[in-house]
Nanobody, 126 residues
Framework: QLQASGGGSVQAGDSLRLSCRAS????????IGWFRQAPGKEREFVGG????????DYADSTEGRFTISRDNGKNEAYLQMNSLKPEDTAVYYC?????????????????????WGQGTLVTVSS
């Protein structure tokens, strides 16, 4: 299972780092995606990283503010969120897809990922 953690309530402009930990899977074999879902809205892509870590991709709304990384030794992936805005308020999910090491494209759709964590709530107040 995947478990996302690190959410909380912050002020606009603050930072948070979310973690995604794989409990029984070896995360090094998987591409990782981060998604979020605000109340009344569809789940949307936030950012993703390939299995090798060589390629990252972000949604336009998070580009330049959010950074994805991974530490395969710790079996974890991370989403560093800076300059948070009220519109970033959502439940954040990490997702995983077993991938070939040489794949350089980031998976950006929810349907691409068969494995999901339970989500962690991020609330940003103005």
């Amino acid at each position: 299972q995947l478990q996302a953690s690190g959410g909380g309530s912050v002020q606009a402009g603050d930072s948070l780092r979310l973690s995604c930990r794989a409990s029984w899977r070896t995360i090094r074999e998987y591409a990782i995606g981060w998604f979020r879902q605000a109340p009344g809205k569809e789940r949307e892509f936030v950012g993703g990283i390939t299995r090798s870590g060589s390629t990252k991709d972000y949604a336009d709304s998070t580009e330049g503010r959010f950074t994805i990384s991974r530490d395969n030794g710790k079996n974890e992936a991370y989403l560093q969120m800076n300059s948070l805005k009220p519109e970033d308020t959502a439940v954040y999910y990490c997702a995983a897809k077993r991938a070939i090491l040489t794949i350089s494209d980031v998976y950006t759709h929810t349907d691409d990922y068969p494995y999901w964590g339970q989500g962690t709530l991020v609330t940003v107040s103005s």
